[in-house]
Antibody
């Protein structure tokens, strides 16, 4: 059973770079059936997708964050990472990593996130 | 604002049917997933590809879609179903989430 666990600093200063890692256990990143994604949730608010990465390294990002985001893979460690540059207080949120399953047929493309990590709170403050 | 529109909080009595909607123009052309999130916990997938239930999700959870609206239905709602529910879809290489609907079981 695949499990995901986020790790990284809980406090980041404004204008700096937020860096998080997601460790995947019980399954391999090297799997053509899945992408691997990051989603965040500001305190008391809803979910916002940040971006996802395929095992071959291709990525797709939320257009509203694309200019500040990089998601990468480390196959040797079975981990994937998030970097969000030039952070502000608006980037304060619980950050989740999740497996991003996808499927396409004549009706179109679908994706869904399962399972999710436990989440990690990142606060942007000086 | 969110790309998928969900209603304000919904209340239901135990044993009754709860329905939570999710709307967007031409949503019926897309596939929708639903997530349950209890306080202090990570979201859990309860419906994917409009109508499919992952293993371990009770049969009382079902999904449907028609026109511009997707619906999550919980039949015979139990106190343990009290949670926030989020819909999610994919459109033009972007993942979209609804703003969430809080379900209260009174």
């Amino acid at each position: 059973q695949v499990q995901l666990q986020e790790s990284g600093p809980g406090l980041v200063k404004p204008s700096e770079t937020l860096s998080l890692t997601c460790n995947v256990s019980g399954g391999s990143l090297n799997n053509s059936y899945f992408y691997w994604g990051w989603i965040r949730q500001p305190p008391g608010e809803g979910l916002e997708w940040i971006g996802s990465i395929y095992y071959r390294g291709s990525t797709y990002y939320n257009p509203s964050l694309k200019s500040r985001v990089t998601i990468s893979l480390d196959m040797s460690k079975n981990q994937f990472s998030l970097k969000l540059r030039s952070v502000t207080a608006a980037d304060t949120a619980v950050y989740y990593c999740a497996r991003d399953a996808y499927y396409y047929d004549s009706s179109g493309y679908s994706c869904w996130f399962d399972p999710w990590g436990q989440g990690t709170l990142v606060t942007v403050s000086s | 604002s969110y790309d998928l529109t969900q209603p304000p909080p919904v209340s239901v009595s135990p044993g009754q049917t709860a329905s939570i909607t999710c709307s967007r123009n031409k949503l019926g052309d897309k596939y929708v997933s639903w997530y349950q999130q209890k306080p202090g916990q990570s979201p859990v997938l309860v419906i994917y590809q409009n109508t499919k239930r992952p293993s371990g999700i009770p049969e009382r959870f079902s999904g449907s879609i028609s026109g511009n609206t997707a619906t999550l239905t919980i039949s015979g709602t139990q106190a343990m179903d009290e949670a926030d529910y989020y819909c999610q879809a994919w459109d033009t290489s972007t993942v979209l989430f609804g703003g969430g609907t809080k379900l209260t079981v009174l």
